[in-house]
């Protein structure tokens, strides 16, 4: 590890959960389990973030999961206490954050992160928008297949962005289950991050373009 590295080691609280969280990108948390109440406490009284990875292998509840060691940092943006002790909490991820060791669960799980900054690989604004008006095409052709797809303006999309935040929403747009979300949020800039959505993508049009030849 070089000496800049250490500099980012920080024992944070975390978050693990059955999706993926990508930087710039909003999520709601309902949060009942009372380790995570105590962990919605701490961050909301000391405005600090929290780190979310993705449970690999078990349940969000009741611990004992295999977690990914590749995360998000994540900031409350919006929070409501219950009177029963639940929270409603809104969370924007902030930069994705390797987690180097697991500390106890106790109260709720800590780990030892550093950040996780992207290899220097320049990504332009028109390769972007060619991935994204070709993920914009496969929802319209599936939403007129009769499946339910988000409907995208891949103009107002990328108003006041810059590539690698657009980057980062169109993964979030892109219809994938967890493992392949956790792929691409794993790779280690944008340009790989949207040839892997563009593999995704590219995957879904054959699997689309095989059921209208079977009509």
Known sequence: MTEQSKLFRKETPMFPLGSVLFPGVTLPLNIFEERYRSLAKRCVNNEEPFGVVLIEKGHEVGGGDVRSSVGCLARIIEHR???????????????????????????????????????????????CMEVLKRLTALTVAAKSAGYEMPIIDAEALAVGVDAEELGYRIAHLTPAGSFDRQKILTRSNSAERLDCIEELVVGLEEVLEAMRDKE
């Open 81 to 127: 206490e219950f009177p029963d002790g639940r929270w409603a909490l809104l969370i924007r991820g902030e930069s994705r954050i390797l987690v180097e060791e697991w500390l106890d669960d106790d109260p709720y799980p800590n780990a030892v992160i550093t950040d996780l900054p992207d290899d220097d690989c320049p990504l332009s604004m028109d390769r």
